[in-house]
């Protein structure tokens, strides 16, 4: 009946029942005793719907409760401290107004013998009945003093019925849901309250009460009880630095297992080092590699000579030669008389490395094959028989050479661009596309985006890292600056002089179109460039959204410099190469993030002439306007990466989501990072001592790992 009401009746349940028997976890919440079908649903809206999701739900934070006291006292408190505390205040309703309008309120005045407090609800009509004068209750939450009065806003009320009925207990944590709008913090926390304590008694530790030792850490159901029901702040700190360990562990645990399983099921065309092939492709190059780009030639050379599969991340700034790099590892394939592909993640992308890789090699006798989406149906007839005949020794494409009809005769090494747009599943595909049954390639995955450490060891702790550092000799970092959009005028003014000098500019807006209010787009920015601070010149557009040959065509005339400037949005982050093009101006630059901010200015001053990026944004708060600054003061891309992903956090970033992993839900980066380490440790050493999780007593473990993450990383569940 109360099932839909929230802060009638507060002062029941919360009280812990006699110890009963432990209620499993599987148990459906429908199943437990006070909750009813309304209640249920309006869990199942937040995807709870058993006893384990409920402990799971852990709270997001929590608020002091403190004791009851009189009103003088609590406004004394109010005043004094800053902190976001619930107070509790005990007396008699003596005014009530309802004040109508679009968000209805109900307001009163609470009195005790010390003073007042003035409560108010909104969209509350149901409180009505138990708010009127003479009514006695008790008032919890959060106090504040506006305009000289003391006042709190959709407090807690329960009526008190009897005089007698007891102080609100000491000061307390008070755990704070994930709610919504129909189903409270408080409610959620009344019916955890409810199961906890058989909950917990249910709980199995996987984790052996050694490593817990060493760790400091508490057992997994204590570590529950300390995070729904903390009896101080370290407590719920130590619940949750467990649980946060569990997670990490367990991911950890999956990257270990694949390592262990790529070592000991897979095997990868071997390719011996050869000072004679190493020689014919550095003579193929048009330029001299750097002693950073050779370190890392080495490295994978060093991978392909064995039969363990290369599982490599090669990290380096957008102009840092990785393209170079890559190349040197596909020859390498193709001097061994094997084939290597590139995959890339867009077809401008895909067309431009096309380009570059088959201008590089023109004159070899080496036989390139390039394969899109958009293709033509009997030219992609010709690419497949000829990389299932041998007769292509490379391909450079999409995702579409991932296609199931894509046959490679005899496939040693492939390289995927820019790692962040192509999953673990992928990874997977190209497994299967190994020269024999038990064969499968070399991979290289390339990221410009700059991956810091913790997301490094904790998503792609499965791969070696390589990174290239600093600049191609002869290059310099883009000048950065911020202005206010205000003088956008000027920066017009200035852009259209570099034009006269013959040089190009790249315009980047956040939207395609102006379904997105408030945010410039391609095509009106254009139009308004065109009528006004850039009259006369030649502007085109780019956006993702194009087909293929109209892109195409736009960024060719682009090379050909038949466009001054190129109105587009982020498509041109990854890889668009235009020599002559040295300014690119960002409008509101604070929609994006760091490390793509990175990315764009990274495309201009590319051709030995000095690029300039002006960042234009009206950041509103100080974290914005740090972020703005922070971008034009550095120019190192794993110290920008680093700081992204402390200011944004891993969600955002990239990692969980377009790893195609399921992501982390309590591990936190910027805290977590000393835990993560210990949590990979630790699996290196289980894995270490008993395989991929065989032994008997870490069966259960090994089910879960599996459940988690086995689909992702492709674990087979063997033995
Ligand atoms: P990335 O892929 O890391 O963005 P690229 O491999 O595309 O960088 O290199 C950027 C540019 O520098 C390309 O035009 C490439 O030809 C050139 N380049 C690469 N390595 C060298 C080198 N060692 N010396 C001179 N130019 C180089
Ligand atoms: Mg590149």
């Known amino acids: 009946m109360s099932d839909t009401q929230d802060n009638l009746a507060e002062g029941e349940g919360i009280s812990a029942p006699e110890p009963l028997a432990p209620i499993d976890l599987r148990e459906a919440i429908a199943a437990l005793d006070r909750v009813g079908p309304t209640t249920t649903l309006q869990f199942a809206r937040l995807a709870l719907r058993t006893v384990g999701d409920l402990l799971k739900h852990i709270p997001i934070r929590y608020e002091t409760e403190a004791a009851e006291a009189c009103a003088t006292e609590v406004r004394e408190a109010t005043e004094t401290s800053q902190d976001a505390v619930t107070r509790s205040v005990r007396g008699e309703i003596q005014k009530v107004r309802h004040v109508p309008g679009r968000r209805p309120r109900l307001e009163a005045v609470l009195a005790d013998e010390?003073?007042?407090?003035?409560?108010?609800?909104?969209?509350?009509?149901?409180?009505?009945?138990?708010?009127?004068?003479?009514?006695?209750?008790?008032?919890?939450?959060?106090?504040?003093?506006?305009?000289?009065?003391?006042?709190?806003?959709?407090?807690?009320?329960?009526?008190?019925?009897?005089?007698?009925?007891?102080?609100?207990?000491?000061?307390?944590?008070?755990?704070?849901?994930?709610?919504?709008?129909?189903?409270?913090?408080?409610?959620?926390?009344?019916?955890?309250?409810?199961?906890?304590?058989?909950?917990?008694?249910?709980?199995?530790?996987?984790?052996?009460?050694?490593?817990?030792?060493?760790?400091?850490?508490?057992?997994?159901?204590?570590?529950?009880?300390?995070?729904?029901?903390?009896?101080?702040?370290?407590e719920a700190e130590r619940g949750r630095t467990r649980l946060a360990y569990d997670e990490l562990l367990m991911l950890q645990l999956a990257m270990e297992m694949r390592r262990y399983q790529v070592r000991h099921a897979m095997r990868a065309p071997e390719l011996p080092v050869s000072k004679t092939i190493e020689k014919k492709i550095l003579a193929r190059l048009p330029f001299t590699l750097t002693e950073e780009q050779l370190r890392v030639c080495h490295e994978i050379a060093g991978d392909l000579a064995g039969s363990l599969p290369m599982n490599r991340l090669l990290q380096g700034d957008v102009g840092s030669g990785k393209t170079a790099v890559a190349v040197y590892a596909m020859l390498d394939a193709v001097a061994h008389g094997a084939q290597a592909v590139m995959l890339a993640p867009t077809e401008i992308l895909a067309e431009?490395?096309?380009?570059?890789?088959?201008?590089?090699?023109?004159?070899?006798?080496?036989?390139?094959?390039?394969?899109?989406?958009?293709?033509?149906?009997?030219?992609?007839?010709?690419v497949l028989?000829?990389?299932?005949?041998?007769?292509?020794?490379?391909?450079?494409?999409?995702?579409?050479?991932?296609?199931?009809?894509?046959?490679?005769?005899?496939?040693?090494?492939?390289?995927?661009?820019?790692?962040?747009?192509?999953?673990?599943?992928?990874?997977?595909?190209?497994?299967?596309?190994?020269?024999?049954?038990?064969?499968?390639?070399?991979?290289?995955?390339?990221?410009?985006?700059?991956?810091?450490?913790?997301?490094?060891?904790?998503?792609?702790?499965?791969?070696?890292?390589?990174?290239?550092?600093?600049?191609?000799?002869?290059?310099?970092?883009?000048?950065?600056?911020?202005?206010?959009?205000?003088?956008?005028?000027?920066?017009?003014?200035?852009?259209?002089?570099?034009?006269?000098?013959?040089?190009?500019?790249?315009?980047?807006?956040?939207?395609?179109?102006?379904?997105?209010?408030?945010?410039?787009?391609?095509?009106?920015?254009?139009?308004?460039?065109?009528?006004?601070?850039?009259?006369?010149?030649?502007?085109?557009?780019?956006?993702?959204?194009?087909?293929?040959?109209?892109?195409?065509?736009?960024?060719?005339?682009?090379?050909?410099?038949?466009?001054?400037?190129?109105?587009?949005?982020?498509?041109?982050?990854?890889?668009?190469?235009?020599?002559?093009?040295?300014?690119?101006?960002?409008?509101?630059a604070e929609q994006f993030g760091l490390a793509q901010l990175h990315q764009l200015r990274g495309r201009v001053g590319r051709g030995g002439k000095q690029g300039y990026c002006v960042l234009i944004g009206d950041p509103t708060t100080d974290v914005a306007q740090a972020r703005l600054d922070a971008i034009a003061n550095s120019t190192d891309g794993f110290e920008i990466a680093e700081l992204d992903l402390t200011l944004r956090g891993p969600g955002e970033f990239f990692g969980a989501r377009q790893s195609g992993l399921?992501?982390?839900?309590?591990?936190?980066?910027?805290?977590?990072?000393?835990?993560?380490?210990?949590?990979?440790?630790?699996?290196?050493?289980?894995?270490?001592?008993?395989?991929?999780?065989?032994?008997?007593?870490?069966?259960?473990?090994?089910?879960?790992?599996l459940s988690l993450y086995g689909q992702a990383l492709g674990l087979s569940d063997i033995g």
């Open 114 to 234: 010390s003073g007042t407090v003035r409560l108010v609800w909104f969209n509350a009509t149901w409180l009505a009945k138990s708010i009127h004068p003479g009514a006695r209750g008790i008032a919890q939450g959060r106090a504040k003093v506006r305009a000289g009065y003391l006042e709190m806003t959709n407090p807690k009320w329960t009526p008190l019925l009897d005089e007698a009925s007891p102080l609100v207990h000491a000061g307390r944590l008070r755990p704070i849901y994930s709610a919504t709008e129909e189903l409270s913090s408080l409610r959620i926390e009344r019916v955890i309250a409810l199961v906890l304590p058989r909950a917990i008694a249910s709980v199995v530790d996987l984790v052996r009460g050694e490593l817990l030792a060493q760790r400091g850490l508490v057992g997994l159901a204590e570590a529950y009880r300390m995070v729904h029901a903390p009896g101080d702040a370290l």
């Open 385 to 588: 028989s000829g990389l299932a005949s041998g007769d292509f020794d490379l391909a450079v494409g999409t995702h579409a050479l991932l296609g199931e009809d894509v046959v490679f005769k005899n496939l040693a090494v492939a390289i995927i661009d820019e790692q962040h747009r192509f999953g673990v599943e992928q990874r997977a595909t190209l497994r299967t596309k190994g020269p024999t049954k038990d064969q499968v390639p070399h991979t290289l995955v390339m990221t410009a985006t700059p991956i810091p450490r913790t997301l490094a060891l904790s998503f792609f702790g499965d791969l070696d890292i390589s990174s290239l550092r600093g600049l191609l000799p002869g290059r310099t970092a883009a000048t950065t600056r911020v202005m206010r959009s205000s003088r956008s005028d000027e920066v017009y003014t200035w852009l259209r002089s570099r034009i006269e000098r013959g040089e190009q500019a790249f315009v980047v807006v956040p939207a395609i179109d102006e379904s997105q209010r408030g945010l410039k787009d391609v095509a009106s920015h254009a139009l308004a460039l065109a009528e006004n601070q850039l009259r006369g010149l030649r502007i085109g557009q780019l956006h993702g959204r194009m087909k293929q040959g109209e892109s195409e065509a736009v960024m060719e005339a682009f090379r050909r410099n038949e466009i001054d400037v190129l109105v587009a949005t982020v498509v041109i982050e990854v890889g668009v190469d235009v020599a002559n093009a040295t300014v690119m101006v960002i409008e509101h």
């Open 352 to 382: 431009q490395h096309l380009a570059v890789i088959t201008k590089l090699l023109e004159k070899s006798h080496v036989r390139i094959a390039g394969l899109t989406g958009g293709m033509r149906v009997a030219d992609r007839a010709v």
């Open 662 to 705: 399921p992501p982390l839900r309590i591990a936190d980066f910027s805290r977590d990072i000393q835990l993560l380490i210990g949590a990979r440790e630790d699996a290196q050493t289980w894995i270490g001592s008993t395989g991929d999780l065989t032994d008997v007593r870490d069966r259960p473990l090994r089910r879960k790992v």
